[in-house]
């Protein structure tokens, strides 16, 4: 089946530090990636759709200069979060799919941010 | 905002027991599904279900979908104490993904 991966998958850093998170589609190529944040124990909530070569949309509320995705290739997607702040401290998930919007999504083991 | 609003909020049952979550949503969808997650892990995929579907089953798990009422169910038969978790709802309307709130699910020996 299809795999995603992510790196880190657990990350601490201290307050105004920036870090990077990668999502991998092992086995297929992504033609969109998803990025998503959860907070304990509330459900998760879409970020932003990155397609390959292009900007990423992000959902209403989402700082896109926090958060800046990259998506260069069509198996790699990159979240980074700038200037992390301890309200920053979450959950990230990100999904990938490959081709038209009925197919279906994949989601990456999570990474978990904490900042100090 | 979330689509799916699911209930209960949480549900704690013996095992053997059937375990039963709902989950509502408000626009149109091409499919529905269902993802469980233990605490502080990633999401496992257990069952899409698509519009044009009613029922699908699988192991011991067994989803509805009635889409004039824009609402789905998952039954788990027979629970286990590894069946612990958050259950969660996702609507895929036309590449939008959606999760709804989650209800966690406490099965005890």
């Known amino acids: 089946g299809a795999v995603v991966s992510q790196h880190p998958s657990w990350v601490i850093c201290k307050s105004g530090t920036s870090v990077k998170i990668e999502c991998r589609s092992l086995d297929f190529q992504a033609t969109t990636m998803f990025w998503y944040r959860q907070f304990p124990k509330q459900s998760l909530m879409l970020m932003a759709t990155s397609n390959e070569g292009s900007k990423a949309t992000y959902e209403q509320g989402v700082e896109k200069d926090k958060f800046l995705i990259n998506h260069a290739s069509l198996t790699l997607s990159t979240l980074t979060v700038t200037s992390a702040h301890p309200e920053d401290s979450s959950f990230y998930i990100c999904?990938?799919?490959?081709?038209?919007?009925?197919?279906?999504?994949?989601f990456g083991p999570g990474t978990r941010l904490t900042v100090l | 905002s979330q689509q799916g609003e699911e209930d209960p909020q949480a549900l704690s049952i013996q095992e053997g027991e059937n375990a039963t979550m709902n989950c509502s949503y408000k626009?149109?969808?091409?499919?529905l599904q269902w993802y469980r997650q233990n605490s502080g892990r990633g999401l496992v995929h257990l069952i899409l279900i698509r519009s044009n579907e009613r029922e699908k089953h699988s192991g011991r798990l067994r989803v509805t979908l009635d889409t004039s009422k824009k609402s789905s169910s998952l039954l788990i038969t027979a629970s286990r104490a590894a069946d612990t978790a958050s259950y969660f709802c996702a609507t895929d309307s036309w590449g939008k993904f959606q999760f709804g709130a989650g209800t966690q699910v406490v099965v005890t020996p």
């Open positions: 999904s990938a799919r490959q081709g038209g919007s009925y197919n279906e999504q994949f």
């Open positions: 626009t149109s969808i091409n499919n």
